[in-house]
């Protein structure tokens, strides 16, 4: 089965506030941009994946992912990053209307086309199936197959959230590099160990507090 990968983006001057015990505020928007870079890489990358939708209103960012060769959906509704995501499996489909559609975060800096492989292929198996991040709280992926709404809770609680609303948690080992999202400074240093693509680790490296960003 080959799958449509939503991935939703905030402005980058917006995104990622809680990077701040780690990175200024100068820094914060070309880190989130490379998390993207590297995301929507390693997704296209992906042999069960045909194609990728950001759904993003900045500018910046929409040129350098669709040099990679993702399609920018503007952001229409505005209203965060549910409506965002149920807009851009909403423009997918309106050609495939059938199409199996998962719902992917941006900050996925270490994703693997591999493991990603594993969980889109463990996802064809159930109507709508998720799968929760490395701290088991939150989500990294939401999918849809058959033409099924996504029906997107991400946020907080969205683990449970997502349990709730019917869809099936998919409960898989050796994926780390789909469930480790980068939210704090500490996550960005687990996602340094397990490796991260080349557009983080060059931003990385050249950070202006690089002993804090130190995976050892």
């Given at each position: 089965?080959?799958?449509?990968?939503?991935?939703?983006?905030?402005?980058?001057?917006?995104?990622?506030?809680?990077?701040?015990?780690?990175?200024?505020?100068?820094?914060?928007?070309?880190?989130?941009?490379?998390?993207?870079?590297?995301?929507?890489?390693?997704?296209?990358?992906?042999?069960?994946?045909?194609?990728?939708?950001?759904?993003?209103?900045?500018?910046?960012?929409?040129?350098?992912?669709?040099?990679?060769?993702?399609?920018?959906v503007p952001d229409?509704?505005?209203?965060?990053?549910?409506?965002?995501?149920?807009?851009?499996?909403?423009?997918?489909?309106?050609?495939?209307?059938?199409?199996?559609?998962?719902?992917?975060?941006?900050?996925?800096?270490?994703?693997?086309?591999?493991?990603?492989?594993?969980?889109?292929?463990?996802?064809?198996?159930f109507p709508r199936?998720?799968?929760?991040?490395?701290?088991?709280?939150?989500?990294?992926?939401?999918?849809?197959?058959?033409?099924?709404?996504?029906?997107?809770?991400?946020?907080?609680?969205?683990?449970?959230?997502?349990?709730?609303?019917?869809?099936?948690?998919?409960?898989?080992?050796?994926?780390?590099?789909?469930r480790q999202d980068?939210?704090?400074?500490?996550?960005?240093?687990?996602?340094?160990?397990?490796?991260?693509?080349?557009?983080?680790?060059?931003?990385?490296?050249?950070?202006?507090?690089?002993?804090?960003?130190?995976?050892?």
């Amino acid at each position: 089965m080959q799958w449509t990968l939503v991935i939703p983006l905030k402005p980058l001057a917006r995104a990622k506030s809680r990077l701040a015990d780690a990175v200024g505020d100068g820094e914060r928007p070309g880190l989130v941009l490379a998390f993207a870079q590297d995301t929507v890489g390693a997704a296209l990358a992906c042999a069960e994946v045909s194609d990728v939708a950001v759904v993003t209103d900045d500018e910046l960012a929409g040129r350098e992912l669709a040099a990679l060769g993702a399609r920018i959906v503007p952001d229409v509704p505005g209203g965060g990053l549910n409506a965002a995501l149920a807009h851009g499996a909403a423009v997918v489909r309106e050609n495939r209307p059938g199409a199996a559609v998962a719902a992917l975060n941006a900050d996925l800096p270490a994703l693997r086309p591999a493991e990603l492989s594993r969980v889109l292929a463990a996802a064809t198996e159930f109507p709508r199936a998720f799968l929760p991040d490395t701290a088991g709280v939150g989500t990294t992926l939401l999918a849809a197959v058959g033409g099924r709404a996504l029906r997107p809770a991400f946020g907080v609680d969205s683990r449970a959230r997502h349990r709730a609303s019917g869809a099936t948690e998919l409960a898989l080992t050796g994926v780390d590099s789909v469930r480790q999202d980068v939210d704090t400074g500490a996550d960005l240093r687990t996602a340094l160990v397990l490796g991260v693509g080349r557009h983080t680790a060059a931003v990385s490296a050249g950070l202006p507090m690089p002993g804090s960003l130190d995976p050892h």
